[in-house]
């Protein structure tokens, strides 16, 4: 087990990074634990008191997860899937699958099975959903455990204007009370939780771009941070007439100050700010120290100014554009070609560094997010004050692959 308390969170400096790693073959990706160690705490922290729900689909693998989740404040896990929560929950037990699942076998799997039903929680917007897991598992030793997702984007103009992610239909207080009489009159699913994913503060930066911009996002926020405390605290009120909810939860990463300030939250979920991926570098509210890095091998000179690497082509999910490209960062003086961007076989990289570097020679690239770097490598090589400490696999590498 990583003890990350005792670990000295400060971030190692690139050249020890590779010193450390210099006998693997690239490419591997690598966790730099003390800043890994160092922005767990800052979590916490942020979170003023309040347990932190780790996302798992942020870190993708379990000797991170089971760190994490040793570590004073953290408490319990919200997956991607019910197939990733199942697993989980073999060693965990309190797991909230944060996203709606029409996965029937797993459903099958988790009806039947008494330890399961009593760890994992499934997440809900629509009555469809509750027919579906009612037609995969009509009957059980328990009830099946249910959290309400509520939309938490901010509307305007009656609804003309949608202002963050396309989650949940369930907006208004009223609607959430009619789903949650709608859980509960069904002895087969028990209420115990509510969530509102607030998307277009967690979610967006506002330290990038032209100052009109920075300004515009930051209104955006600050009207949808008063809003949603209005808005959300009246849900909660009303939901707990219906039901007796353990857990109400919201926010992520780049809300964590803003929703742990409200009194109807009693958890806040994040993730991403451990590894922290470059859509966090433009955040004005927290500083975190990015952890997360992969490397490639320079495999060709083609001409002076240019050095190609092998592969390289990880780009994030999300709405196409080059905030989704990696990033190469070290050795400095690198940037990706407009015209080739980050690709599949190889990847060209221009600017001032370029022409230092030989066939060979090593170039680290951070991701654009943070749990899918684990989906192009079996291991994370964990590095600590300038020493390899352990070598981990990530889901995909003990064989697992959620979605």
Not at 249 to 257: A, F, K, L, P
Not at 309 to 315: I, L, N, R, Y
Request: glycine residues 10%; contains cysteine.
């Amino acid at each position: 087990m990583i003890d990350l308390a005792r670990l000295a969170p400060e971030p190692t400096g690139f050249a020890a990074l590779e010193e450390a790693t210099a006998h693997l073959d690239a490419p591997y990706a690598v966790v730099d634990l003390g800043a890994f160690a160092a922005n767990a705490r800052s979590l916490v922290t942020r979170a003023a008191g309040k347990p932190v729900r780790l996302a798992s689909k942020s870190v993708r693998c379990r000797a991170l997860t089971s760190a994490v989740l040793a570590t004073d404040g953290f408490a319990g896990i919200l997956a991607l899937t019910l197939a990733e929560a199942l697993w989980l929950a073999e060693d965990h037990e309190d797991v909230v699958v944060g996203y709606p699942t029409a996965d029937r076998e797993a459903l099958c799997r988790l009806a039947s099975s008494p330890q399961l039903l009593e760890r994992v929680t499934l997440m809900v917007d629509d009555v469809a959903q509750l027919d579906l897991v009612s037609q995969c598992a009509p009957e059980g030793p328990a009830p099946i455990r249910v959290c309400l997702d509520l939309d938490a984007s901010l509307r305007l103009l009656d609804g003309r204007v949608h202002l963050g992610v396309r989650r949940s239909p369930v907006h208004s207080v009223d609607q959430a009370v009619a789903l949650a009489r709608a859980v509960t009159a069904r002895p087969r699913f028990r209420l115990v939780g509510l969530m509102a994913y607030e998307g277009q503060v967690a979610g967006l930066g506002d330290r990038t771009g032209s100052l009109a911009r920075r300004l515009q996002i930051r209104a955006i926020q600050s009207a949808s941070i008063a809003e949603l405390a209005r808005r959300r605290g009246a849900v909660v009120d009303a939901v707990r007439e219906v039901a007796d909810l353990e857990f109400v939860n919201g926010g992520g990463t780049g809300s964590i100050e803003s929703t742990v300030a409200e009194d109807a939250v009693t958890e806040v979920a994040a993730g991403s700010g451990l590894y922290v991926p470059t859509l966090f570098d433009g955040y004005q509210r927290f500083r975190p120290l990015p952890s997360a890095y992969f490397v490639t091998t320079v495999v060709r000179r083609p001409v002076a100014g240019i050095a190609t690497v092998s592969g390289g082509g990880w780009v994030a999910s999300g709405v196409p554009a080059a905030d989704r490209l990696p990033r190469p960062v070290w050795p400095e003086g690198l940037r990706l070609t407009s015209l080739e961007g980050a690709g599949e076989a190889q990847t060209p990289l221009a600017g001032a560094g370029a022409d230092a570097l030989g066939v060979g020679d090593r170039v680290w690239f951070r991701h654009a997010k943070a749990g899918e770097l684990c989906e192009r490598v079996n291991e994370l090589h964990l590095v600590h004050d300038g020493q390899l400490v352990a070598t981990v696999p990530t889901y995909r590498g003990e064989g697992r692959a959620f979605l």
